[in-house]
């Protein structure tokens, strides 16, 4: 069976396809598509998705050696994310489905980041633990199997990756936060500064804006201000901070395993800040130590991205969930968030 | 609650009843415009102007630019922090959701873009004085 999966939902644009679990081609538009657009990372736009859209497909079948006519399934991101953009993705998906008479499949992105780690060789095993980390999301899920998803945790207020970025910007950093926060914390010491990490009534939530406040009190209390602080003092500044962040997570996945009812095969971490190399370390020494397989995916599936997508919407159309073509886009994560 | 209003919130219980009294001024078509620095409650505030209209489930717009909640009401919850120019809010449809008179929009860091904002609108300026200590300037404009 081969996928055709499109991924509009925030900043970027990406085309995937899949043909019976193998990928075929998995294209970014901030990856791929910066020479031909000048160079420049592509603004938040509905539009800049327009423009892409339809060479990013033209491509993505270029590359897997396809006509159009071979395709199966067609499946596109429905949300949650931006309207403009979302719908974007949708339209076309449903459009190319409608002109080529075959299913089309709507997806929730977050369970494409879910179930990224299927697109490794060396996959999760049901029941398994799954982190979801990224920019807008911080979520811990128990995934029992492909169609059921237990929620036993979620960000009360900031999502980690925005904790990276913000904190990245008070110690002067740049964009994006995450890499420049890993790459100053290489050089700097975790037990610097003991920043305060969030301990919640409610046993799995996580929280980061106590831990942003923090960052900033102590920048004002020892260096006035931000533009004031010296460059050796930010490498211990990045790697406490990053410290903190990893300790709520390990926290609460330590907790999970250890207290849950349900004894986990696997432990999983996703989404764009699944490519922290201090997050994928201490969790897999968590797994490691508990004797459980750990999966993270390669850094193409943990941004956002289409190959997800259409994994995702393969395993629904294997299990007769298709969507027809009054498929809406939702802007954000339904309250009874999975199937 | 009359405006232009002045208060100081010395903790986040004070802030949760400022936030309560001010959710009972507001009605569908009102857009709140919301200005302070990094870590001085904005989202820590609209989370608990929303909380009273029924729903406690809200987290940072930042990434997203823009949530929307089912409420009593419908809310808009945006987020100006990762907008890099006014054409990139057009190009999202700003326009489109403040048009609708049925919803209630709150916008954090509107500051960053005072000229697409509607002439009519609450303002609130909200200023760290200590660690949990707030001073909220609420206007009617």
Not at chain 1, 102 to 121: A, D, K, Q, R, T
Not at chain 1, 225 to 236: G, L, N, V
Not at chain 2, 126 to 138: A, C
Request: aromatic residues 10%; hydrophobic residues 40%.
């Amino acid at each position: 069976m081969t996928v055709l999966g499109i991924e509009t939902s925030c900043d970027e644009t990406s085309v995937s396809i899949i043909k019976d679990d193998k990928l075929l081609s998995n294209l970014i538009s901030s990856q791929d598509f910066h020479v031909k657009y000048g160079g420049v990372v592509p603004e938040l736009s509905s539009r800049a998705h327009l423009q892409m859209i339809e060479p990013l497909v033209k491509q993505s079948l270029d590359e897997a050696g396809l006509k159009k006519e071979e395709l199966d399934v067609v499946a596109a991101t429905a949300g949650p994310g931006l309207i403009g953009a979302l719908l974007v993705g949708l339209n076309f998906g449903k459009a190319l489905s409608y002109s080529l008479n075959i299913p089309f499949v709507s997806v929730n992105h977050i369970e494409g980041h879910i179930f990224s780690g299927f697109l490794m060789e060396d996959k999760p095993e049901f029941p398994y633990l799954c982190l979801v980390v990224s920019g807008g999301h911080t979520l811990l899920l128990l995934v029992e199997d492909d169609l059921h998803i237990k929620k036993l945790g979620t960000t009360i207020d900031d999502a980690a990756g925005e904790a990276f970025d913000k904190v990245a910007k008070m110690i002067g950093l740049g964009y994006p936060g995450g890499p420049k926060i890993q790459a100053y914390a290489d050089n700097g010491n975790p037990d610097a500064i003991k920043f305060p990490i969030a301990q919640l009534k409610t046993k799995y939530d996580f929280s980061f804006s106590g831990l942003k406040t923090a960052v900033l009190r102590h920048i004002q209390k020892e260096f006035g201000d931000s533009s004031k602080i010296p460059e050796d003092a930010k490498p211990d500044l990045a790697a406490s901070f990053q410290e903190a962040v990893v300790k709520a997570l390990t926290n609460n996945v330590k907790k999970a395993i250890d207290k849950y009812e349900v004894e986990v095969h696997s432990i999983s971490v996703v989404g764009g800040v699944a490519a922290n190399q201090a997050i994928r370390k201490s969790i897999s020494a968590i797994a490691q130590n508990r004797s459980i397989k750990f999966v993270v995916p390669e850094f193409q599936f943990c941004g956002d991205n289409a190959a997800m997508i259409a994994y995702r919407a393969q395993k629904l159309y294997e299990n007769g969930i298709i969507s027809d073509l009054s498929a809406n886009a939702y802007p954000s994560l339904p309250k009874d968030i999975f199937i | 609650m009359k405006f232009p209003l002045k208060i100081v919130a010395a903790d986040e219980t004070e802030t949760i009843d400022l936030a309560k009294k001010f959710s009972g001024v507001l009605k569908p078509g009102n857009t709140v415009a919301l200005i302070g620095d990094l870590g001085t409650g904005k989202t820590f505030f609209t989370k608990n102007v929303i909380a009273a209209f029924g729903n406690s489930e809200v987290s940072s717009p930042t990434f997203a630019i823009v949530n929307v909640y089912e409420t009593k009401f419908k809310i808009y919850h945006f987020d100006f922090y990762r907008i890099k120019k006014v054409g990139e809010l057009y190009d999202i449809g700003f326009d489109d959701y403040l048009a609708d008179s049925d919803a209630i929009t709150f916008i954090e860091w509107a500051d960053l873009f005072p000229e697409i904002l509607p002439e009519h609108r609450f303002e609130i300026k909200i200023n760290s004085i200590d660690e949990t200590k707030r001073e909220f300037i609420i206007e009617s404009l």
